[in-house]
Each structure stands twice: as C-alpha cells, then as structure tokens.
T-cell receptor, first 112, second 113 residues
Framework: KAGVTQTPRYLIKTRGQQVTLSCSPI?????VSWYQQTPGQGLQFLFE???????NKGNFPGRFSGRQFSNSRSEMNVSTLELGDSALYLC???????????FGPGTRLTVL | AQSVTQPDIHITVSEGASLELRCNYS??????LFWYVQSPGQGLQLLLK??????LVQGIKGFEAEFKRSQSSFNLRKPSVHWSDAAEYFC???????????FGKGTKLSVKP
C-alpha cells in the first residue's frame, strides 16, 4: 500500500505570494492533518480534515487555509507569504477513529 | 494545558551503549502516546505507540517505551544503539475529542563510533 505522498517536495517563493501544497493520504484513510515544522517552534498543528470538513484547527492566522476533496486528497494554501512561513509542511493521514497518524515526506517551503 | 516535554535537546551516545530518551506529558483526557523518528529531510516514522494495556510497549528497530501514569512519562529506550539510529526523536500525545497530535520539541541523537 502506498504511503502518504506530498507534492511538491520543495518550493521557493517570495514574500507576498501565495502557495498551494498537496497531500494524498494512504488509500482508505479519510482523515488528513497538516503540521508546520520549524527549528524554533517545532511541530505545530495547522488543521485536520475528515470527510471534506475541517474538524479541528490550530492557532494559525487566516492566511493558512485548507480543503479536502471527496477522494480524501487535501490541499493547504498560504496566502500573502511571510519570511516566517519558511518551514517543512507535513501531512499525515489516519484511519477513521484511530489516533495513529502516518506522515508524508513533507514539502519544504522557502520564502525569500 | 496540553503539552509534551522532552527535556533533552541533544544527546550523544557511543555505538553499542544503551539509550533512554525522556518524555513527560500533560493531557486532560486518556492519553494515547507515540514516539516518532525523523531522519534529515524526511517525514516522521512511527517507532511505537501506547493506547492501553501492558505499559511496556515494543516497537520497531529494537526500541521500547514504558508508560508510567504516576509520573506522566513515556520514556523511550534501546539496549544497544547503532550508528543508523542517529536522528531526531519526537514524543507525541493525542486522544479525547481532538484528532491531532501534540508533539514535544524533539531530541536529537548523535552516535559516536
């Protein structure tokens, strides 16, 4: 069974631009969560989607948004990029009712 | 407040030596506990998890962890470290009504030959 995939793996953007990251969960997994990882703040939860609905949200500004499609694939969008948004963005999927999360390789976003 | 504390930012051990990485948590609901490992530039790989039952859990790559409710701890151990174990290790807690995990800041493990 294929693991969680994330595209693209690397992105370079400039301040003020927007970016969309994509995540395909493990087949059969309906829950997708997003995390931001930085050296200073560590791993921080962004949001969780289940059956196309945002079920849970972390403490991030409204510039960070996401969505989930009927096939459970998910995208997250960051608008008006800031230098501090440079991070590794990790997507994780899980089975319904299971707390164990399976992580993708991440998308490394660099904002110049 | 829900939190996970990993008191050691960086640990160096000799190859073949034993290892213990500490993790303490604060969580209002029944905790589900995890240890993940991350190699440079990679995502997180699950080493082991504790949901209920036997408080000593075995994981992959020869790792084990012990859940101690009275100490709110879930320390990770390995009897003999290999050079390939060099990586960053994260303790995480989840459960209750929230589907997300709360992570500690991580412990970076270096292995001396």
């Amino acid at each position: 069974k294929a693991g969680v995939t994330q595209t693209p793996r690397y992105l370079i953007k400039t301040r003020g631009q927007q970016v969309t990251l994509s995540c395909s969960p493990i087949s059969g997994h309906r829950s997708v969560s997003w995390y931001q990882q930085t050296p200073g703040q560590g791993l921080q939860f962004l949001f969780e989607y289940f059956s196309e609905t945002q079920r849970n949200k972390g403490n991030f500004p409204g510039r960070f948004s996401g969505r989930q499609f009927s096939n459970s694939r998910s995208e997250m969008n960051v608008s008006t990029l800031e230098l501090g948004d440079s991070a590794l963005y990790l997507c994780a999927s899980s089975r319904t009712g299971d707390y164990e999360q399976f992580f993708g390789p991440g998308t490394r976003l660099t904002v110049l | 407040a829900q939190s996970v504390t990993q008191p050691d930012i960086h640990i160096t051990v000799s190859e073949g030596a034993s290892l213990e990485l500490r993790c303490n948590y604060s969580y209002g609901a029944t905790p589900y506990l995890f240890w993940y490992v991350q190699s440079p530039g990679q995502g997180l790989q699950l080493l082991l998890k504790y949901f209920s039952g036997d408080t000593l859990v075995q994981g992959i790559k020869g790792f084990e962890a012990e859940f101690k409710r009275s100490q709110s701890s879930f320390n990770l151990r390995k009897p003999s470290v290999h050079w390939s174990d060099a990586a960053e290790y994260f303790c995480a807690v989840g459960g209750g009504s929230q589907g997300n995990l709360i992570f500690g800041k991580g412990t970076k493990l270096s292995v001396k030959p």
